[in-house]
């Protein structure tokens, strides 16, 4: 299983109290994670790339995709996002975390040009109910995940229903929100997972950590079918 972890990889450079946090950016972070937990093919890949380090072979050797965006999203070239795009629809797993919410790649997926919130940084407590523990991205994983801090996202979010609803977040402050999520777009598996602002050490929680390791087991679909579209010259069943 072949992995590549995307980051724009801005904050940790500029703002001393995220690099405390991501000395080696958050991509690092989850590369770490997930060769700790068994995932041996694993790459990063940032913006200030030639191609955000997402060429089309790049993209044709990786089976499931992360994505973390924040300030930058309108650098991402229109090029990449339409190869990556094509990607996810061809069967590429993809997993948009956090503020990814409003990169391009994710508004075109979702087919909206909002993606739009209501959020507040304040550090409020956000506890993820657990709604789908029969599903195979929150095996392992309780009742609820308590971040003790976190950036505050509420609805409404402007995005079509999606295809699972996996978890549902309070927050101290008042608001709830859709927190995790699933779609599918063509042959293309996508987990959407609200948590990991820069400025809380939210990708070292162990269960943040199960639930994003499940989640590439899950959107993995190296045996997607080409399908075949237009004119078809025979119909399939001629004796009739
Ligand atoms: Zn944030």
């Not at 940032?46 to 993209?59: F, M, N």
């Not at 994983?141 to 509420?154: D, F, K, L, Q, R």
């Not at 950590?209 to 025979?234: H, M, R, S, T």
Request: proline share 6%.
């Amino acid at each position: 299983m072949r992995i590549t972890v995307w980051n724009e990889y801005l904050h940790e450079r500029t703002e001393e109290a995220v690099r405390k946090i991501y000395p080696e950016g958050i991509h690092n972070c989850i590369k770490d994670f997930l060769e700790k937990n068994g995932f041996s093919d694993v790459r990063t890949a940032t913006l200030d790339e030639p191609e955000h380090g997402l060429t089309q072979e790049v993209l044709d050797n990786t089976d499931v995709l992360f994505w973390w965006g924040h300030m930058r999203h309108h650098m991402v070239s229109d090029e990449v996002v339409q190869r990556v795009y094509e990607r996810v629809q061809d069967g590429m797993g993809l997993i948009v975390l956090h503020s990814g919410h409003e990169s391009k790649l994710f508004k075109k997926l979702m087919g909206t040009n909002s993606g739009q919130l209501r959020w507040r940084e304040c550090g409020e407590t956000e506890i993820m109910w657990n709604i789908r523990p029969d599903h195979p991205i929150l095996q392992g994983i309780g009742a609820n995940v308590v971040i003790p801090h976190e950036e505050t996202y509420g609805e409404l979010f402007h995005i079509p229903d999606p295809d699972e609803l996996l978890m549902i977040s309070w927050f101290s402050g008042g608001e709830v929100f859709r927190s995790a999520m699933t779609f599918h777009r063509g042959s293309g598996r996508i987990f959407y997972f609200k948590p990991g602002h820069e400025t809380y050490p939210i990708y070292y929680m162990p269960e943040v950590q199960k639930i994003l390791c499940n989640a590439v087991k899950w959107a993995y679909n190296p045996d997607a079918p080409k399908i075949k579209f237009g004119y078809c010259p025979e119909p399939p069943v001629s004796e009739l």
